[in-house]
């Protein structure tokens, strides 16, 4: 089984960047589908964004125009690039592979923006 790890998370003041990267373990070739989800202390859960295998990306609502989400095959990593952060955008950030039989996620990296 592949195995994820993120990093990049921090502290930043509103209306800065960071990048999330999401190394995997080895090839994800045999997965369909590569998203960013964040959770907030006491809210549910939420898709950030995906990109698909055959290049796809899709985005909530709230990131629209501020995030992108990329990978680089050649390295097995999956990026979130962030831009504009605005306090609402607080929360954990988790990484998920899924293909039709498996559905995998790394351990999580914070992100607080703060002032």
């Known amino acids: 089984q592949v195995q994820l790890v993120e990093s990049g998370g921090g502290l930043v003041q509103p209306g800065g960047s960071l990048r999330l990267s999401c190394a995997a373990s080895?090839?994800?070739?045999?997965?369909?589908?590569m998203s960013w989800y964040r959770q907030a202390p006491g809210k549910q859960r939420e898709l950030v964004a995906t990109i698909t295998s055959g290049g796809t990306t899709t985005y909530a609502d709230s990131v629209k125009g501020r995030f992108t989400i990329a990978r680089d095959n050649a390295k097995n990593t999956l990026y979130l690039q962030m831009n504009s952060l605005k306090p609402d955008d607080t929360a954990v950030y988790y990484c998920n592979f899924r293909s039709w039989t498996s559905n995998v996620w790394g351990q999580g990296t914070q992100v607080t923006v703060s002032s």
């Open positions: 080895r090839s994800s070739a045999g997965f369909s589908a």
